[in-house]
């Protein structure tokens, strides 16, 4: 069974910086998508970023040229990288895969974690 476990959220001021991380645990998996998503207070969870199994990535449009995502795969570990932060981008972020173990095909979200973006 594979599993995500984010962290490195927490509090900070506007213009400051956050990595966030993204642990994939699991045996004999494959991930060929992993997404980072937000939710902010009263609204609707959205796609921040995209990172493809060729290392391809995307990103909409209210993070463009402030977030990065990127992987290390000998750890397993997808990262965002969020600079320049605004208010706007207080919410709880969660990673999200798609991949195989094998022939099954699965689905897993993490358990999210949070950003306050605030002075």
């Known amino acids: 069974q594979v599993q995500l476990v984010e962290s490195g959220g927490g509090l900070v001021q506007p213009g400051g910086s956050l990595r966030l991380s993204c642990a994939a645990t699991?045996?004999?998996?494959?991930?060929?998508?992993l997404d980072w998503y937000r939710q902010g207070p009263g609204k609707e969870r959205e796609l921040v970023a995209r990172i493809r199994s060729g290392g391809s990535t995307s990103y909409a449009d209210f993070v463009k040229g402030r977030f990065t995502i990127s992987r290390d795969k000998a750890k397993n570990t997808v990262y965002l990288q969020m600079n320049s932060l605004k208010p706007e981008d207080t919410a709880d972020y969660y990673c999200h895969a798609l991949g195989s173990t094998g022939l099954v095909k699965f689905g897993v979200w993490g358990q999210g974690t949070q950003v306050t973006v605030s002075s």
């Open positions: 699991g045996s004999r998996f494959s991930i060929d998508v």
